[in-house]
């Protein structure tokens, strides 16, 4: 260091300074505090420069393709210091995590078919549901399970240590411990409202509040026009916040940020006052989700860390696939469309399928030989397309807000629709029976309760019950020969598969040992197909004499597809038994990669300025 001289000057003790001296003095003064604010406000600018937005891309591992189907792909810790999400291989979806400070990615073991991931407020532990359980792990630790669920629709950490959850597709919220215990309600679908499901809940700052996403009957498979709703956890009073959104997460900004239709949004929110304030602004555009469900595959952290996996031209829609029993691919050379609902007509010649959600699609008709699609509905109505027993018509059920209605028209679209029958509730036409006569149907009176029935197909019939318990059975199959039913039930705290005689005594049969869903025949009613995870599964069935189980569930093959849909029809079983027929989402890109914006909050202030 130097010294500087200094000169000490004496003056008269009784000197004075001049009027134009003072002035001097005070002038310089203020000139330096001025300088010193101009100073600090460039010392302030200078600190922001140096946190700049930052973007970069983070891979699953090697052989796997991130999960992207049902539910949110990606979540964060509350820090931003650890990601994880979704993957799989060979059909076996786990849960993997990378931290910020690390370039490796890293499995979580015990964590096979795991969804709907969620971490815990101190980022030390993750909650997920894997074989219908809800369950918890650490970082680095065994897998604890806490309780049963059916088909969850979210999970949320709060701050005081309990889990908010949706354990089914179509009902509320419940809360419960983090160590366990007996899960309470939050919320209860409002069924005069034609509320179907409250999902992808989070926990609001204080642990007041919990925001949820509310869908309808109306459009079980398209959540872009739902409500955001808070329900306040001590009075269960619930206050809408949103309209025409899906998923959506406040920060700390004092901003909430929701999908709808792939971009991202964001709005002013005040967290105490439950109300938002100005008009939502995009943020970003070209975000993935699965539209059926409402998932959106984004999560924001506290320290303004954004994930999210970018969207594409075939987001949301599929492709017509053929698999056979070892599990070979050959897709159908036909554009990808949201199929739903696909049934092979009795010789195998032609296709039924739906174009759009269940209940607001339209049929269509593809025939095998000429590599062509028509259309042959067109009022976005519609729904679960089956043939006839000669192949010369298409039935369908149509549905509004007053209930269903069964038509029927030609294969060929030569005629117009003809309406069959009436019914004053929801229900999806799950096939013809051999009589001609009769058509087997799931039905929903409520929205938590679903039955397996009959109607007759003629004016002014009415629907009667074959399946009626206080479980949800849905997804009904009759044999070849309409003697037996197969459906699924959740009477087990998850679905399994069961077969009962469709007239008689009413004795059951289980099939299923490990859960299972969506049940089909083979063409000559030795066999029975399910689906469960991402498996297909077989077992022999002998009716000789009467009905009994000849083998064990056998697997097939992997990477089967549930996508979900509220009818619960993804893939048929091909007249000549040797192959299925899967809706299936475009062949995934291993090398699809989860963006990461650090910082990402000063965009958001930009674009959207709070008070």
Do not use: C
Not at 274 to 281: A, E, Q, W
Not at 427 to 444: H, N, V, Y
Request: net charge neutral; charged share 20%; hydrophobic share 40%.
């Amino acid at each position: 260091t130097s010294t500087l001289p200094v000169t000490i000057v004496d003056r008269p003790k009784h000197s004075r300074l001049s009027g134009s001296k003072i002035w001097m003095i005070t002038a310089g003064v203020l000139a330096a505090a001025l300088i010193g604010l101009a100073l600090f406000s460039l010392l302030r600018s200078a600190s922001i420069v140096t946190s700049p937005v930052v973007r970069f891309d983070v891979a699953p591992s090697n052989k796997t393709g991130l999960s992207m189907i049902r539910y949110p792909a990606v979540t964060l810790s509350p820090d931003g210091s650890t990601l994880a999400f979704l993957a799989n291989s060979d059909g076996v979806t786990r849960l993997y995590v990378r931290r910020r400070d690390d370039t490796e990615v890293r499995m979580i073991p015990g964590t096979e078919r795991a969804l709907d991931a969620t971490f815990s407020a101190d980022g030390q532990w993750i909650a997920f549901v894997a074989d219908f359980t809800l369950k918890k792990v650490p970082l680095n630790g065994p897998v604890v399970s806490l309780t049963k669920v059916a088909d969850s629709r979210g999970v949320a950490w709060m701050a005081d240590d309990s889990l908010v959850y949706t354990p089914d597709a179509t009902g509320g919220v419940f809360q419960i411990s983090s160590n366990g215990g007996e899960p309470r309600a939050v919320t209860k679908v409002d069924e005069s409202k034609r509320e179907r499901s409250h999902r992808w809940p989070q926990a609001l700052p204080g642990g007041k509040a919990v925001l949820f996403t509310v869908g309808t009957i109306d459009k079980p498979d398209d959540y872009d026009a739902s409500n955001i709703e808070a329900v306040i956890l001590a009075t269960g009073e619930r206050k809408v916040i949103l309209q025409g959104a899906s998923v959506a997460r406040y920060v700390p900004t004092g901003h909430l940020v929701f999908a709808r239709d792939g971009v991202i949004y964001g709005v002013g929110f005040d967290v105490n006052g439950l109300t938002v304030s100005g008009k939502p602004v995009p943020l970003l555009v070209g975000v993935a989700g699965d539209k059926t469900t409402g998932a959106v595959h984004f999560a924001v952290s506290n320290d303004g860390t954004l994930a999210y996996l970018p969207g594409s031209s075939t987001s949301g829609m599929r492709n017509l696939t053929w698999v056979d029993k070892k599990g070979n691919q050959t897709p159908i050379n036909i554009p990808p469309a949201q199929f739903n609902d696909v049934r092979i007509s009795p010789d195998g010649s032609r296709i039924a399928v739906l174009q759009g959600s269940s209940m607001s699609g339209d049929v269509w008709v593809y025939d095998v030989a000429r590599a062509t699609l028509t259309r042959l509905t067109f009022t976005a109505t519609n729904s679960t397309p089956v043939w006839s027993a000669d192949g010369k018509y298409i039935y369908y059920a149509s549905t509004d807000s007053s209930g269903s209605t069964i038509l029927r028209k030609p294969a060929d679209g030569s005629r117009d629709s003809e309406k069959i029958v009436s019914l004053n509730h929801q229900a999806f036409l799950k096939g013809i029976l051999p009589d001609g006569q009769t058509a087997l149907l799931d039905t929903s009176r409520q929205t938590a309760d679903a039955n397996v029935a009959t109607v007759l197909l003629k004016p002014d019939a009415k629907s009667i019950a074959l399946v009626n318990t206080p479980f949800n059975e849905y997804a009904a199959a009759a044999s070849p020969d309409g003697r037996w039913l197969a459906y699924q039930s959740n009477e087990s705290g998850k679905p399994e598969i069961y077969v009962r005689e469709l007239a008689g005594s009413g004795a059951r049969w289980p099939i299923s040992t490990g859960g299972g869903e969506e049940p089909r025949w083979s063409a000559n009613g030795k066999a029975l197909y399910y689906r469960v995870d991402g498996q297909l599964m077989a077992v022999l069935i002998d009716t000789r004499s009467s009905f009994q189980v000849s083998s064990t569930p056998v697997r097939l093959f992997n990477e089967v597809y549930d996508l979900r849909s509220n009818s619960g029809q993804t893939y048929d079983v091909d007249t000549r038994g040797d192959r299925f027929l899967m809706i299936k989402p475009p062949k995934e890109d291993n090398s699809a990669q989860i963006r990461i914006v650090v910082n990402w909050f000063e965009e958001l202030r930009k674009l959207v300025p709070t008070k």
